[in-house]
T-cell receptor, first 113, second 114 residues
Framework: GENVEQHPSTLSVQEGDSAVIKCTYS??????FPWYKQELGKRPQLIID?????GEKKDQRIAVTLNKTAKHFSLHITETQPEDSAVYFC????????????FGSGTKLNVKP | DVKVTQSSRYLVKRTGEKVFLECVQD?????MFWYRQDPGLGLRLIYF???????EKGDIPEGYSVSREKKERFSLILESASTNQTSMYLC?????????????FGSGTRLTVV
Protein backbone atom coordinates (compact mmCIF):
# COMPACT_ATOMS: atom_id res chain seq x y z
CA GLY A 1 0.00 0.00 0.00
CA GLU A 2 0.86 3.66 -0.01
CA ASN A 3 3.03 5.24 2.66
CA VAL A 4 2.98 9.01 3.13
CA GLU A 5 5.59 10.67 5.31
CA GLN A 6 5.24 14.28 6.38
CA HIS A 7 7.84 16.65 7.87
CA PRO A 8 8.24 18.51 10.09
CA SER A 9 5.80 17.45 12.79
CA THR A 10 5.86 20.96 14.28
CA LEU A 11 6.82 24.26 12.71
CA SER A 12 7.03 27.65 14.36
CA VAL A 13 7.49 30.79 12.25
CA GLN A 14 7.28 34.52 12.78
CA GLU A 15 4.36 36.34 11.24
CA GLY A 16 5.24 37.38 7.70
CA ASP A 17 7.76 34.58 7.17
CA SER A 18 7.25 31.64 4.83
CA ALA A 19 6.43 28.09 5.91
CA VAL A 20 7.18 24.92 3.98
CA ILE A 21 5.82 21.46 4.75
CA LYS A 22 7.07 18.44 2.84
CA CYS A 23 5.57 15.05 2.11
CA THR A 24 6.91 11.97 0.38
CA TYR A 25 4.93 9.05 -0.94
CA SER A 26 5.89 5.54 -1.91
CA UNK A 27 3.46 4.43 -4.61
CA UNK A 28 4.21 5.86 -8.04
CA UNK A 29 0.57 5.18 -9.01
CA UNK A 30 -0.61 7.97 -6.72
CA UNK A 31 -2.08 10.68 -8.89
CA UNK A 32 -3.79 13.23 -6.68
CA PHE A 33 -2.36 15.10 -3.70
CA PRO A 34 -4.59 17.29 -1.52
CA TRP A 35 -3.66 19.35 1.50
CA TYR A 36 -5.99 19.80 4.45
CA LYS A 37 -5.98 22.41 7.18
CA GLN A 38 -7.46 21.55 10.55
CA GLU A 39 -7.97 24.33 13.04
CA LEU A 40 -8.27 23.48 16.70
CA GLY A 41 -11.55 21.70 17.39
CA LYS A 42 -12.68 21.80 13.77
CA ARG A 43 -12.90 19.41 10.87
CA PRO A 44 -10.13 19.15 8.24
CA GLN A 45 -10.78 21.41 5.28
CA LEU A 46 -9.30 21.10 1.81
CA ILE A 47 -7.11 24.12 1.08
CA ILE A 48 -5.29 23.19 -2.12
CA ASP A 49 -4.62 20.15 -4.25
CA UNK A 50 -2.49 19.09 -7.19
CA UNK A 51 -2.80 16.37 -9.79
CA UNK A 52 0.02 14.26 -11.12
CA UNK A 53 0.11 15.98 -14.49
CA UNK A 54 0.91 19.36 -12.94
CA GLY A 55 4.14 20.48 -11.30
CA GLU A 56 2.93 23.49 -9.37
CA LYS A 57 -0.29 25.17 -8.34
CA LYS A 58 -0.81 28.46 -6.56
CA ASP A 59 -3.75 30.06 -4.79
CA GLN A 60 -2.98 33.46 -3.30
CA ARG A 61 -0.54 32.88 -0.42
CA ILE A 62 -0.45 29.11 -0.67
CA ALA A 63 1.20 26.94 -3.30
CA VAL A 64 1.88 23.28 -3.79
CA THR A 65 4.71 21.75 -5.79
CA LEU A 66 4.99 18.16 -6.98
CA ASN A 67 8.08 16.24 -8.04
CA LYS A 68 6.85 12.95 -9.46
CA THR A 69 10.31 11.59 -10.12
CA ALA A 70 11.36 12.06 -6.52
CA LYS A 71 7.85 11.27 -5.22
CA HIS A 72 7.53 14.26 -3.03
CA PHE A 73 5.26 17.27 -2.81
CA SER A 74 5.34 20.38 -0.66
CA LEU A 75 3.02 23.04 0.71
CA HIS A 76 4.33 26.60 0.70
CA ILE A 77 2.68 29.37 2.69
CA THR A 78 4.02 32.88 2.15
CA GLU A 79 3.48 35.96 4.32
CA THR A 80 2.15 33.82 7.14
CA GLN A 81 -0.52 35.22 9.44
CA PRO A 82 -1.62 34.09 12.92
CA GLU A 83 -4.81 32.61 11.42
CA ASP A 84 -2.61 30.21 9.45
CA SER A 85 -1.86 28.46 12.76
CA ALA A 86 -3.36 24.97 12.47
CA VAL A 87 -2.49 21.36 11.77
CA TYR A 88 -1.86 20.64 8.10
CA PHE A 89 -2.21 17.20 6.56
CA CYS A 90 -0.98 16.03 3.20
CA UNK A 91 -2.55 13.06 1.46
CA UNK A 92 -2.09 10.89 -1.61
CA UNK A 93 -4.81 9.18 -3.61
CA UNK A 94 -4.19 6.01 -5.54
CA UNK A 95 -6.28 5.87 -8.68
CA UNK A 96 -9.73 7.28 -9.20
CA UNK A 97 -11.54 4.07 -8.39
CA UNK A 98 -9.80 3.38 -5.14
CA UNK A 99 -11.27 6.49 -3.60
CA UNK A 100 -9.31 6.47 -0.43
CA UNK A 101 -6.54 8.67 0.77
CA UNK A 102 -3.39 7.94 2.65
CA PHE A 103 -2.62 10.78 5.03
CA GLY A 104 0.60 12.13 6.39
CA SER A 105 0.99 12.38 10.14
CA GLY A 106 0.31 16.12 10.21
CA THR A 107 2.31 19.30 10.85
CA LYS A 108 1.37 21.67 13.62
CA LEU A 109 2.11 25.17 12.35
CA ASN A 110 2.38 27.98 14.87
CA VAL A 111 2.61 31.53 13.50
CA LYS A 112 3.86 33.90 16.17
CA PRO A 113 2.58 37.48 15.99
CA ASP B 1 -24.55 24.21 5.83
CA VAL B 2 -23.35 21.06 7.53
CA LYS B 3 -23.09 18.19 5.05
CA VAL B 4 -21.49 15.42 7.12
CA THR B 5 -22.91 15.09 10.60
CA GLN B 6 -21.53 13.00 13.42
CA SER B 7 -24.13 12.40 16.10
CA SER B 8 -21.94 13.05 19.12
CA ARG B 9 -19.16 15.54 19.65
CA TYR B 10 -17.98 14.02 22.93
CA LEU B 11 -18.54 10.55 24.36
CA VAL B 12 -17.35 8.88 27.55
CA LYS B 13 -17.79 5.12 27.74
CA ARG B 14 -16.69 2.37 30.07
CA THR B 15 -14.31 -0.43 29.17
CA GLY B 16 -16.19 -3.36 27.70
CA GLU B 17 -19.19 -1.33 26.54
CA LYS B 18 -20.49 -1.62 23.00
CA VAL B 19 -20.21 1.79 21.39
CA PHE B 20 -21.94 3.14 18.29
CA LEU B 21 -20.65 6.18 16.42
CA GLU B 22 -23.03 7.50 13.79
CA CYS B 23 -22.33 9.49 10.66
CA VAL B 24 -24.86 10.91 8.23
CA GLN B 25 -24.19 12.75 4.96
CA ASP B 26 -26.69 14.59 2.80
CA UNK B 27 -24.65 14.84 -0.41
CA UNK B 28 -25.65 11.49 -1.93
CA UNK B 29 -22.03 10.32 -1.78
CA UNK B 30 -21.34 6.67 -2.52
CA UNK B 31 -18.19 6.46 -0.42
CA MET B 32 -17.99 6.87 3.32
CA PHE B 33 -15.02 6.48 5.63
CA TRP B 34 -14.11 6.24 9.28
CA TYR B 35 -10.75 7.51 10.47
CA ARG B 36 -9.23 7.86 13.87
CA GLN B 37 -6.94 10.75 14.61
CA ASP B 38 -4.16 10.51 17.17
CA PRO B 39 -1.33 13.00 17.83
CA GLY B 40 1.72 12.22 15.74
CA LEU B 41 -0.08 9.48 13.82
CA GLY B 42 -2.28 11.59 11.62
CA LEU B 43 -5.48 10.17 10.17
CA ARG B 44 -5.63 6.39 9.98
CA LEU B 45 -8.32 4.59 8.03
CA ILE B 46 -10.41 2.13 10.02
CA TYR B 47 -13.07 1.09 7.50
CA PHE B 48 -14.64 2.43 4.37
CA UNK B 49 -17.76 1.68 2.38
CA UNK B 50 -18.26 2.23 -1.34
CA UNK B 51 -21.93 1.28 -1.47
CA UNK B 52 -24.83 0.28 0.72
CA UNK B 53 -24.05 -2.91 2.64
CA UNK B 54 -20.51 -2.92 1.22
CA UNK B 55 -17.48 -2.43 3.44
CA GLU B 56 -13.73 -2.76 3.23
CA LYS B 57 -11.14 -2.89 5.97
CA GLY B 58 -8.76 -0.01 6.23
CA ASP B 59 -5.39 -0.01 7.93
CA ILE B 60 -6.50 -0.50 11.54
CA PRO B 61 -9.81 -2.44 11.58
CA GLU B 62 -9.08 -4.55 14.66
CA GLY B 63 -11.62 -4.01 17.42
CA TYR B 64 -14.07 -2.23 15.10
CA SER B 65 -16.92 -3.12 12.82
CA VAL B 66 -19.18 -1.01 10.60
CA SER B 67 -22.67 -0.95 9.24
CA ARG B 68 -24.10 0.75 6.16
CA GLU B 69 -27.76 -0.09 5.74
CA LYS B 70 -28.63 3.19 4.01
CA LYS B 71 -26.60 5.27 1.62
CA GLU B 72 -26.55 8.31 3.85
CA ARG B 73 -25.56 6.61 7.09
CA PHE B 74 -22.35 4.87 8.11
CA SER B 75 -21.95 3.55 11.63
CA LEU B 76 -18.75 2.62 13.42
CA ILE B 77 -19.13 0.00 16.14
CA LEU B 78 -16.70 -0.73 18.94
CA GLU B 79 -17.73 -4.22 19.98
CA SER B 80 -16.04 -4.03 23.39
CA ALA B 81 -14.50 -0.65 24.05
CA SER B 82 -10.97 -0.54 25.41
CA THR B 83 -8.87 2.33 26.73
CA ASN B 84 -6.60 2.22 23.66
CA GLN B 85 -9.60 3.19 21.57
CA THR B 86 -9.70 6.58 23.25
CA SER B 87 -9.28 8.90 20.28
CA MET B 88 -10.85 11.42 17.93
CA TYR B 89 -12.97 9.70 15.29
CA LEU B 90 -13.63 11.42 11.98
CA CYS B 91 -16.16 10.42 9.37
CA UNK B 92 -15.77 11.50 5.74
CA UNK B 93 -17.55 10.99 2.44
CA UNK B 94 -16.86 11.39 -1.27
CA UNK B 95 -18.27 10.56 -4.68
CA UNK B 96 -17.07 7.48 -6.54
CA UNK B 97 -14.70 8.73 -9.19
CA UNK B 98 -14.88 12.12 -7.52
CA UNK B 99 -12.45 11.54 -4.69
CA UNK B 100 -10.08 13.83 -6.50
CA UNK B 101 -12.38 16.64 -5.46
CA UNK B 102 -11.58 15.82 -1.89
CA UNK B 103 -13.38 14.48 1.07
CA UNK B 104 -15.95 16.21 3.17
CA PHE B 105 -15.27 15.57 6.83
CA GLY B 106 -17.56 15.51 9.81
CA SER B 107 -16.73 17.53 12.90
CA GLY B 108 -15.42 14.52 14.77
CA THR B 109 -16.36 12.56 17.87
CA ARG B 110 -13.93 12.61 20.75
CA LEU B 111 -14.32 9.28 22.50
CA THR B 112 -12.89 8.61 25.92
CA VAL B 113 -12.94 5.06 27.26
CA VAL B 114 -12.47 4.81 31.01
Amino acid sequence: GENVEQHPSTLSVQEGDSAVIKCTYSDSASNYFPWYKQELGKRPQLIIDIRSNVGEKKDQRIAVTLNKTAKHFSLHITETQPEDSAVYFCAALIGINFNKFYFGSGTKLNVKP
Amino acid sequence: DVKVTQSSRYLVKRTGEKVFLECVQDMDHENMFWYRQDPGLGLRLIYFSYDVKMKEKGDIPEGYSVSREKKERFSLILESASTNQTSMYLCASSWTGGAQYGYTFGSGTRLTVV
